[in-house]
């Protein structure tokens, strides 16, 4: 049956764009053309403006900490799935960004499930502005700030998983918009989704780690500021090594 489902995924996919085009019009395109960028935009300016930002007021390099994070955050990118990147996640956390494993296999588990900056956060409030003015519904003030609120408590508390339909879906029901436009935004789904995934990751357990062992005096720091091989973790430096007495 997980056979069918992949196989048929593809298919499904294109009788969804065909369903949106035969409904709306081929300007449907364009304009789920134009929700992408703006949903990257949207990504870009977390990961290389928000996450490089805390990263110098607490510092610690920014070019280090990407070129650690890489392994990860590309295979996040790729698996659109932050559990599957999991395993991945806390070698990297633990070898390249100097975090001690005690605090790591606790913090990359929690970061998750309850840090879904991408998937949570940015793309069901986007997503939600772009359903209203698709329908040419207005949204009020108070509309926006409940837009904000749900996306904040959701980003605690969606699953890992692939995909952001459940968020999208309580999103747009909260403010009474039509549900057709989950089926509408799921034909582009998986290219949205690469970047979420990415920017879910860099925040979660990369992006908070350091940050946090660097207050507690736990982070090692050389490890962290270590020249970058190539390779996708520090052999060199096992896990056990990086554990650190407070």
Do not use: H
Request: glycine share 10%.
């Amino acid at each position: 049956m997980l056979w069918w489902v992949i196989l048929l995924a593809p298919v499904a996919t294109v009788g969804l764009l065909g369903n949106a085009v035969a409904t709306y019009g081929w300007d449907a395109l364009g304009s789920l053309g134009t929700f992408t960028v703006a949903i990257y935009l949207g990504l870009a300016l977390v990961m290389f403006g928000v996450y490089p930002v805390l990263l110098r007021l607490n510092g610690l390099s920014v070019k280090q900490f990407f070129s650690g994070a890489r392994p990860a955050l590309s295979l996040a990118f790729v698996s659109r799935s932050s559990v599957g990147t999991m395993p991945v996640t806390e070698s990297v956390t633990e070898k390249n960004l100097g975090v001690p494993r005690a605090y790591a296999s606790f913090a990359v588990p929690l970061g998750a499930t309850t840090k879904m900056d991408g998937c949570a956060s940015i793309y069901p409030a986007i997503a939600a502005i772009f359903v209203a003015q698709f329908f040419g519904l207005d949204l009020s003030v108070t509309d926006y700030v409940l837009i904000a609120f749900v996306s904040v408590i959701g980003s605690a508390a969606t699953a890992g998983v692939t995909g952001a339909t459940v968020m999208l879906t309580l999103t747009l029901s909260t403010l009474g918009l039509p549900l057709e436009g989950v089926g509408l935004l799921l034909a582009i789904d998986p290219i949205p989704d690469m970047g979420r995934t990415a920017t879910n990751v860099a925040g979660q357990a990369p992006g908070a780690d350091p940050l946090v062992a660097k207050r507690e005096g736990i982070l090692d720091l050389e490890a962290y500021n270590a020249r970058r091989t190539g390779a996708a973790w520090r052999e060199d430096a096992p896990s056990e090594a990086l554990v650190t007495a407070s």
